[in-house]
């Protein structure tokens, strides 16, 4: 089940649902943007944004993912660096070519609590395991 707001709708959504909320003209408005895995090659597009209505702030990054037939995932903010003069995002927890297999949502328009688990548990777990050399270790 998803979070709820207190008059009790679902409170991350994207853009495309929280109509009545917008970006801040001041901020770059990260849809459209090339994003960019920890290798620096292109994984795909932000296509909308997620916000959650309780803290208006953006949770999510919607990505249409290159090469994938219609495959959208979502990135998490905290795990984004959005540059607002290069047009792109880039993450630092995983590879362009893991973005496929970030965990699919059930309903394109809302996200559970057990769902929000697995796909910042995905990003989290790039950091130590996306590449070989992550998993060794530095001392």
């Known amino acids: 089940y998803p979070d709820l707001t207190d008059d009790g709708r679902s409170k991350i959504v994207p853009l495309r649902v929280a109509v ?4 801040s ?5 990260p ?17 909308d944004v997620w916000v959650d209505r309780s803290e208006v702030l953006i949770r999510y990054l919607e990505v249409k993912v ?7 995932v979502l990135l998490p903010m905290t795990m984004a ?7 792109t995002v880039r993450v630092r927890a995983i590879l362009a ?7 699919a949502l059930e309903n394109p328009e809302q996200i559970t609590l057990y ?14 395991y996306a590449t070989r050399d992550r998993q060794e270790p530095w001392l």
């Open 115 to 128: 769902e929000e688990e697995r796909v910042m548990g995905y990003y989290g777990g790039g950091h130590l």
């Open 81 to 87: 660096v959005v540059s607002g003069s290069r047009r």
């Open 97 to 103: 070519s893991q973005f496929g297999a970030v965990p």
């Open 25 to 29: 003209p001041e901020d770059p408005d």
């Open 31 to 47: 849809r459209g943007m090339a994003v960019l895995g920890a290798d620096g090659h292109r994984a795909g597009v932000v296509s």
């Open 66 to 72: 290159d090469g994938e037939a219609g495959n959208s």
């Open 20 to 23: 009545d909320f917008h970006l």
